[in-house]
């Protein structure tokens, strides 16, 4: 019988090998939507890791997570530096990192911190920064690259900068009389930290301290030498990240600080905020994958159709097979097993594009649009899928198999061949 199928299908092979790349495709839709999702929800949940509070202007949790962590989109208000300072005083906190955002470098953020960053900054699994190459910025003008920038505009260590104010690609107003100067660059994350340019707070404020409310003051120009000479301490940051002593503390400082009284602030719990986005996510997510596995339905809906309307240029073949002995049910299995067949081979086929492609665009997608999406063995979930679509093409198989056994049952070897 299996050596029959493989000479029914052989005697096809145009029309089989097209409606095995229809299933191909769409497996491969099916389970590259699913792999977009687990690798966006990893790529989320990796980017902080053993960090307890987010600390910024009072706004909503989730857009106080976006700005200060994934560097998506801008803070409403700033945080005072007295604020700051009172609160990274609490008993129960253990460390802070002040971050500071608002310039950028040809289109990637410029953010501004402390040497505690890369002493207490944590992404994946609790995993610490660490350097490809040179060191932590010790200067006013050092900086600190993420390797997407380091890669993507070909620095290395050495190299000078120019700052510019405002995030666009191309901006019309640059800090070109205050250049930083390449000191290290950091190994791949995998996080929002690769695009990243790092310097001091002091190196924020030196570039800023002949302006005033976002442009120069007219006939105030400062030195690069001369502004560092200046009281580089900040007036406001951005936001902040707070460690603590004890898990137990969480909620006692982050209710002290949302009722702080001295300026609006809020702190957000990043694991119960990206929670909170996923479930704002969760509804167009469901939706893309429903019209994934539609797609999956109408590749296999396509290969029944492509059965059944060949069933009357196969009436001959049947009859031959009913002449040499062939019972009605081995018609009906023969039909059967080319639906699976065909089903089984192009799922394996849409693995196969699927870990292509990945492979092909990873390296992109990662640089792109921050997103590592792993080129694992297939999940248990995934595994799940399969069998369902290949389930799925034996079921509807029938269909054109009992059609074949009923026609088969009326010609009998009536047909002439």
Excluded at 121 to 129: I, M, P, Q, S, T
Excluded at 388 to 410: D, Q
């Amino acid at each position: 019988m299996l050596r029959l199928i493989g000479k029914s299908i052989l005697n096809r092979r145009a029309t089989v090998a097209l409606t095995v790349l229809s299933i191909a495709l769409s497996v491969t839709l099916l389970l590259g939507v699913e792999r977009l999702r687990v690798g966006m929800r990893s790529t989320f949940a990796g980017t902080i890791s053993g960090t307890d509070l987010v600390v910024g202007a009072r706004t909503g949790t989730i857009p106080l997570l976006l700005y200060s962590v994934f560097r998506i989109g801008n803070p409403t208000n700033n945080v005072s530096w007295k604020s700051y300072q009172d609160l990274i005083k609490l008993p129960q906190v253990a460390w802070a990192i002040p971050l500071s955002l608002g310039d950028s470098h040809r289109g990637f953020r410029v953010l501004g911190t402390s040497a505690d960053y890369f002493t207490h900054y944590r992404h994946g699994n609790r995993r610490a920064l660490e350097f490809a190459a040179g060191q932590p910025f010790a200067d006013v003008y050092d900086a600190v690259l993420g390797a997407d920038v380091a890669r993507s505009l070909g620095y290395d260590v050495g190299r000078d900068i120019v700052v510019a104010h405002g995030l666009g690609k191309v901006s019309l107003v640059e800090h070109g009389d205050k250049p930083f100067r390449v000191v290290g660059i950091l190994r791949k994350t995998g996080t929002p930290v690769d695009r990243a340019v790092h310097v001091s707070l002091a190196g924020i404020e030196a570039m800023h301290a002949d302006w005033f409310t976002g442009m120069p003051v007219p006939g105030a120009a400062l030195t690069a030498e001369q502004a560092r000479r200046q009281d580089l301490t900040p007036k406001t940051i951005t936001a902040f990240l707070v460690g603590l002593h004890s898990k137990t503390a969480i909620f006692h400082v982050q209710r002290y600080i949302n009722e702080y009284r001295q300026e609006a602030l809020v702190a957000a719990l990043p694991g119960a905020t990206l929670q909170e986005l996923w479930d704002v996510l969760s509804v167009p997510e469901r939706v893309l994958l429903a019209i994934s596995a539609l797609v999956a339905c109408v590749g296999l809906a396509g290969m029944a159709t492509a059965l059944l309307a060949g069933l009357n240029e196969r009436r001959r073949e049947m009859a031959v097979l009913r002449s040499v002995g062939a019972q009605p049910r081995h018609v009906f299995f023969l039909l059967m097993g080319e639906a699976g067949l065909l089903t089984l081979v192009g799922a394996a086929t849409g693995v196969a594009l699927l870990y292509s492609v990945l492979w092909a665009l990873q390296p992109l997608i990662e640089s792109k649009f921050g997103l590592f999406i792993a080129l694992d063995l297939p999940s248990a979930y995934e595994l799940g899928m399969l069998a369902a679509i290949v389930a799925g093409g034996f079921l509807l198989g029938a269909l054109p198999a009992y059609r074949a056994y009923r026609l088969s049952v009326a010609d009998g070897v009536t047909i002439k061949v």
